[in-house]
């Protein structure tokens, strides 16, 4: 990208290395060079690797996005931008995401008629939950299990139809997913 000026918007950059161990192995998510300039909004650049830099290195400028130890910049956030399967690279947002209705509010609105999200994937809020947006239900269980085969029964008896997602715990890991619930 020599001097050039690129635009790099709604995407979500992560899970990217850049290889070596010499001083130019930077800019795992990211790197620019030579008087050129990316910049742009609505992005999540995450969980990329590099000896230094590890997001980016160079003349990035970003507005409204989620980038891994922050960025200056209007409306920028570093929290963890809750991917619903990273380790099997499926980058859509949870729905307890911080970067839901979190992109330039000057942003053509989500397919679903809400606030722009940050990254390549909105997270359509018109099938959350009893139809409000993000709310979660009480947690199934609380308590820890010995490893081993276990079993946890979702009563679904007084909820609606519709999509839900559920997420299980077993520290380091974490697995989330959805299930459909048909009356
Ligand atoms: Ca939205």
Known sequence: MLGSEIECSNNTISLNHSIGTTSTARGGGIYVFDGAHVYGGNNILYFNEALADSECYGNVTFD?????????????????????DQANFDFHLLQDSPCIDSGDPSSRLDPD?????MGAFYFDQSSAVNGSAGASLAPLQEVWYPAGSHEIVFDGSDLPSGVYLYRLTATPTMVSGKMVLLK
């Open 64 to 84: 409204y996005s989620c980038v891994a130890g922050g960025m200056a910049g209007i409306g920028n956030i570093l929290d963890n931008p809750r991917f619903m």
């Open 113 to 117: 008629s809400t606030r722009a999200d």
